[in-house]
């Protein structure tokens, strides 16, 4: 967008035109998609090899209370949760590449980031017939001569329908003697969508890299590249079946926790109809 000097006529066109995004998401002109899936003890979570890592531990949900002794008239929780869980945002800081930026954690990047287009590669067919289906820079460019150019400050999504796995980890992570297997990007996909400058990059897989993205070069490229360019990553992504190729505004933003590298969210989508 033009950062035109913001003229009294331009504020009372940009008034009406949020008058009407109003209208419109009350009448059901815009669709609200959802597109987190749902986050408890039953959610799948990421499994690194043991000798390599510590993992995310199982989230936990204890009452406090529920209208009981230990609290007459209210209910509630607390929560044991990694920041990786379920439907996420990886911030720049989550990855050794990224480490050094300040805005590049879920109480500094700026709030305007996580609110913008959204471009939906429909890798379904592919990953369904190959669970370690890799989308290229050329399928990219594929995808685009179809559909249209990919534009700067938008976000680029992987559907897989890996969501419809999630309420089964073992299908999910779909891992045998040789690791998980799940669909990903490539790295010269990730550079190719950098040198567009994109916002990030999402996936509907347990993180924005393939399961066998371990053994690449580099070693996980969505994780390595899009942090180092202080860009971000979005997995576990639910209902991408909803959405259109292009034209569909993606609202992801990670709870504000001091330092945080990632965040479940509430992903969200506005569809017109
Ligand atoms: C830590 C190490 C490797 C990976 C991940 C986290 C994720 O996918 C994640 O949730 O960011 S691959
Ligand atoms: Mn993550």
């Known amino acids: 967008m033009a950062a035109a000097q913001s003229t009294r006529e331009n504020r009372m066109t940009e008034a009406a035109t949020l008058r009407d995004l109003a209208a419109m998401l009350a009448s059901g002109k815009i669709e609200v998609v959802d597109l987190s899936g749902t986050l408890g003890p039953d959610t799948p979570l990421l499994k690194l090899p043991p000798a390599l890592a510590k993992d995310t531990p199982k989230i936990e949900i204890h009452k406090i209370s529920e209208y009981d002794s230990d609290g007459p008239f209210w209910a509630w929780n607390w929560l044991k949760l990694g920041e990786h869980s379920g439907t996420h945002f990886d911030a720049p800081h989550h990855w050794i590449t990224g480490k050094d930026y300040p805005d590049g954690y879920t109480d500094t990047i700026p709030v305007k980031n996580f609110i913008a287009p959204v471009n939906v590669i429909d890798c379904s067919a592919e990953s369904e017939k190959n669970h370690d289906f890799l ?24 559907r897989t329908d890996w969501d419809k796995r999630a309420h089964s980890e073992a299908l999910y992570l779909n891992a045998d003697a040789n690791g998980p297997h799940s669909p990903g990007p490539t790295p010269d996909c990730i550079e190719y969508i950098l040198a567009k400058g994109v916002i990030g990059w999402g996936t509907q897989c347990i993180g924005t890299d393939a399961g066998q993205a371990g053994g690449m070069n580099p070693p996980f490229p969505a994780h390595n590249l899009l942090h180092k360019a202080n860009r971000y990553g979005l997995a576990s992504l639910a209902n991408l079946d909803k959405l259109p190729a292009k034209g569909a505004i993606l609202i992801a933003a990670p709870l504000k926790l001091v330092q945080g590298t990632g965040s479940p969210i509430r992903a969200l989508a506005l569809v017109a109809r």
């Open 135 to 158: 989308l290229t820079a050329d399928g990219v460019k594929a995808w685009e001569a179809k559909h249209g150019e990919i534009k700067a400050g938008e976000w680029v999504v992987m």
